[in-house]
């Protein structure tokens, strides 16, 4: 688990029990049929130190660390072979909210690793990371939770205060606070980057739009039309399956590629 000094420090490896692992099970995949081969930070990512002419770094949740489906068969590997020469560092982790990957895009670029692009999947708004009066480090779902089973979201007695904060208008300002942060980060690194949001996250995006759209690049954000619903076809069938990787990476490719025209 996380301890305080990781989470307050540069350190990227926060999540210590993956560190240099290759497992079986991951979050709601206990299958046994898939191999996550994690890296020296606890992630399902080539080694961060390797480098090729075009170094791409990718973040979201699981979703994008691609619970449920092999390596070679997920969005971030299969976007990555449709550059010359590239490489990906998949930083994605499941059940984390968008503070998370916006402090953990600051950690790696103070590192010293400086990708030539960055993709960025953005999890749920109401997703929130906190820790606790005994220095614990907790993850809730916040008020709308996938579903009543969650394996990752386990929303108790202790988080009410916490949750009582949130609401759809509080979500959307916590997003705005993460993606105003990654952003600034990025254009201060001369990084190109490019975001997008999928699954029942969504739906929320889209109801919202209205005021979403008066802070967002619409030039550098993907907003998937058929390509953001979730099939429930991973070996877990919790997760979308290696056919929704494939079509979503084609999509995001060709919009990224159409953007530089």
Not at 33 to 46: A, D, L, P, Q
Not at 55 to 63: A, E, Q, V
Not at 68 to 76: A, H, L, M, S
Not at 134 to 148: L, P, Q, S, T, V
Request: some cysteine.
């Amino acid at each position: 688990m996380s301890s305080l000094n990781n989470i307050f420090s540069n350190d990227i490896t926060e999540f210590t029990q993956y560190k240099n692992k290759v497992l079986y099970e991951m979050a709601t995949d206990n299958t046994g049929k898939i191999e996550y081969k994690m890296n020296e930070h606890g992630y399902r990512s080539k080694p961060l130190k390797s480098k090729h002419d075009m170094n791409i770094l990718t973040l979201g949740c699981s979703w994008t660390m691609g619970v449920g489906v092999d390596n070679d068969k997920i969005w971030p590997s299969m976007i990555g072979k449709q550059f010359d020469n590239s490489i990906v560092f998949n930083y994605g982790m499941y059940g984390v909210s968008c503070s998370f990957i916006s402090k953990l895009c600051y950690k790696i670029l103070h590192s010293g690793i400086v990708p030539d692009l960055i993709l960025v999947m953005w999890p749920g708004f109401s997703r929130r990371d906190y820790i606790n009066k005994d220095g614990e480090y907790r993850k809730i779902g916040g008020f709308r939770m996938a579903h009543n089973d969650d394996v990752v979201w386990r929303n108790r007695e202790e988080d009410l205060n916490f949750l009582e904060l949130q609401n759809d208008y509080q979500d959307i300002n916590e997003f705005w606070l993460s993606y105003k942060f990654l952003e600034s980060l990025c254009n201060n690194f001369g990084i190109k980057v490019h975001h997008t949001i999928v699954g029942y996250y969504y739906e929320i995006f889209e109801k919202h739009y209205e005021y979403l759209k008066s802070f967002i690049d619409e030039d550098n954000f993907f907003i998937p039309k058929s390509v953001y619903k979730n099939d429930l076809k991973a070996v877990d069938g919790e997760h979308p399956s290696e056919r929704w990787h494939k079509e979503f990476s084609d999509e995001f490719f060709r919009t990224i590629s159409n953007k530089k025209k």
